[in-house]
């Protein structure tokens, strides 16, 4: 019988070790891809003759007389970048393979809640699908979790210094990609800026003991001398990964006794729901030459000239809420509007925000509002995570739209925010996070309000990739959003517009 295995090639080396020591495993077929083909290298020198390479999985068929096989599909690394891609990618991949296996493995965590409930998105497979779990039965969350051993392991790891980037040997073979192709920077100098951006300082190396220590050490070195990073390590662990394939091992045994046809159940929708055209679309036909350069400034990044006509503005006397409203609102809607077409990447986008910021702390400082604006605002995220492009997208609409907001940045301690909502008095508290781990933090937030009899104070909005309503509404916070639009919308419906 035959398990299906549906990895990400960020594990291959992790992948390869399992299938190679496990003596129970009869037959390994891998179907030739991009991703497979340095694993397909190691696998032949591991298992030798029980390994067989197939151009697609169409072709394959069942050796007779083997009790478990396995038939292997590795799907590329920069899937992670995009959530949707992600999400169809294994979908897809889960669905051809369904059809020629009795159980699925899927190598995948919840990688910020994109894979969550994708059992009950996949529900009318055939197959039973086995994801690698924590000691409590929660999925993994991400390749990083999985061979640091556990979500407790992984918070450890960020409370000790949330500026951390984990290396295994996939993430290190892997991050030129990761960060320069997909990213979209155009060379390891953006990437070194991106990172000092976000403050990273430490790279971790994750040691599970399989492969060539010397060489991931020495990779390591090199990549942390690039970015000006020190080292640590830290042992790692396969355990999870192997328990997750006994317990693959396990229902295929019970369906060699059983067999039968897994009931077919409804897929769930995914439910999100879109924004409609939010801003006023009459706004921004510029008839002023300084509001149209303005705009070009902000959307093509280019901070001298954001700044230079912020002054340019002022000195002509026009309003600074004006200039907001017409040379740099519009601006970021379309940044906004080219990140989600994938016509921008990060680099841009970063640069763009710096853009907004040095023309809009200029204006600022000549604007007449009241010292709470329409609102005030605290926002930050949360401990642990060092994600921040997100948050600080939300900021500047919240900002630009007249709502004062103290910004609180990244892997801000719980007491932190406890303390500064007694001070500051604001009406909202928006925290956001990109990682399952530190969902955790968001909600200890909230219980620290309660706890400190702050609650009532303040309206909680939260946000962030992983973060959806119904985890919104289990932490007791008061709103969810999907981006910063909708954040405004609702600060927006709060105060009265
Ligand atoms: C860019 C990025 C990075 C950059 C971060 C740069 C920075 N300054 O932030 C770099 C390359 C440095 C990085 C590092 C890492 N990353 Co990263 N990263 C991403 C990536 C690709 C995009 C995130 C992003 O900026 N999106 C763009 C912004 C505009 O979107 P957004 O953040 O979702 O924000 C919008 C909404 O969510 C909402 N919103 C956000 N906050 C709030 C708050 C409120 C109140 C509201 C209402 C709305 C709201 O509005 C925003 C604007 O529209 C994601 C994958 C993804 N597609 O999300 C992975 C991802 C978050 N990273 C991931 C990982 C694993 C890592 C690393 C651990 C990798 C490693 N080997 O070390 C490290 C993190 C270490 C650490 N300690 O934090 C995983 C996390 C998995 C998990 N465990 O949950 C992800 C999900 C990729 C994946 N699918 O596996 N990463």
């Known amino acids: 019988m035959v398990i299906g295995l549906l990895t990400c090639e960020v594990l291959e080396n992790e992948m390869a070790h399992m299938l190679a020591h496990d003596p129970e495993i009869g037959k390994v077929t891998f179907v030739e891809s991009d991703p497979a083909a340095d694993s397909i290298a190691s696998l032949k020198e591991l298992l030798g003759s029980r390994l067989r390479i197939l151009k697609d999985s169409a072709e394959f068929l069942p050796e007779p007389g083997i009790s478990v096989e396995v038939l292997a599909v590795m799907l590329r690394v920069g899937l992670h970048m995009d959530k949707t891609m992600l999400r169809d990618g294994v979908k897809e991949q889960a669905r051809i393979l369904d059809d020629k296996s009795d159980v699925l493995m899927l190598g995948y965590g919840l990688c910020g809640n994109v894979l969550l409930d994708i059992e009950k998105q996949l529900a009318d497979l055939r197959c039973p699908i086995v994801m690698p779990q924590n000691e409590d039965g929660s999925t993994i969350d991400d390749c990083v979790c999985l061979v640091l051993g556990g979500t407790d392991k992984y918070l450890e790891q960020v409370h000790r210094e949330a500026g951390t980037w984990f290396v295994t040997p996939g993430w290190m073979k892997h991050w030129e990609t990761l960060l ?22 430490r790279v971790l190396m994750v040691d599970t003991g399989i492969g060539d220590r010397a ?38 045994n019970e369906k060699r ?16 729901q879109q924004d409609k055209q939010f801003y006023a679309e009459g706004g921004n036909t ?37 200039i907001t409203e017409k040379g740099l609102i519009p601006a970021m809607a379309i940044v906004s509007e080219k990140y989600d ?34 609102g005030k605002v605290l926002i930050g995220v949360v401990e642990g995570d060092v994600h921040d492009i997100g948050k600080n997208l939300v900021r500047i609409v919240l900002e630009a739209n007249g709502f004062v907001c103290i910004d609180m940045g990244r892997d801000v301690p719980i007491e932190d925010y406890l303390q500064k909502v007694l001070e500051e008095k604001p009406d909202f508290l928006m925290l956001s996070t990109l990682m399952t781990p530190t969902m955790l933090s ?10 400190e009899g702050l609650r009532d104070q303040v309206k909680v909005g939260v946000g962030g990739g992983p973060i959806s309503w119904e985890f919104c509404k289990k932490i007791g916070a008061d709103f969810y959003g999907d981006n910063e639009k909708e954040a405004l919308k609702w600060a927006e419906s709060v105060v009265g517009k």
């Open 215 to 252: 060489e991931l050490r020495a990779e390591t070195e090199k990549f942390a001398e690039t970015f000006g990073f020190y080292i640590e390590e830290t042992r790692g662990t396969l355990n999870i990964l192997e328990r997750a394939f006994q317990q693959a091992k396990g229902l295929l």
């Open 257 to 272: 006794k059983e067999r039968g046809d897994v009931e077919a159940r409804e897929i769930e929708t995914e439910a999100r």
């Open 180 to 201: 320069v192709k997909e990213l979209h920077c155009p060379d390891i100098a953006t990437v070194r800026w991106v990172f000092k951006k976000a403050d990273y300082k």
């Open 286 to 322: 510029m008839s002023d030459k300084i509001f149209e350069e303005l705009n070009h400034a902000v959307v093509v990044g280019d901070i001298d000239a954001a700044g230079r006509l912020a002054r340019q503005g002022l000195a002509e006397n026009i309003d600074p809420l004006t």
């Open 442 to 451: 968001m909600k200890r937030t909230l219980e620290g309000l309660v706890e």
């Open 341 to 374: 077409k994938k016509e921008y990447y990060l680099p841009q986008m970063l640069l763009s925000s710096e853009a907004f910021y040095e023309a809009f702390n200029i204006l600022k400082s000549k604007m007449k509002v009241e010292s709470k604006g329409r």
